[in-house]
């Protein structure tokens, strides 16, 4: 798992954010985004300093890229 500031998950993210790379993400009880991509791999991401309406709003991106989120 990689912890990390909600700007520097942003910035990780950004080159993937396509449903052709990122097969689906879940998040779980505890906030941290688990994210399956097409060739296999999976990354678990806790972000350290965001709340829930920062999390509603990186979901919401998600999905509007075509990826599946799930919770």
């Not at 998040?27 to 509603?56: L, T, W």
């Not at 990186?58 to 599946?68: F, H, Q, Y």
């Amino acid at each position: 798992m990689e912890t990390c500031s909600l700007n520097d998950f942003l910035e990780e993210l950004k080159p993937w954010l396509d449903k052709d790379y990122i097969k689906e993400v879940h998040v779980d009880d505890k906030g941290h985004f688990i994210m399956y991509f097409r060739d296999g791999m999976k990354h678990v991401y806790s972000i350290n300093d965001c709340n829930k309406s920062q999390v509603a709003k990186i979901i919401t991106t998600l999905k509007s890229k075509g990826i599946p989120v799930s919770d």
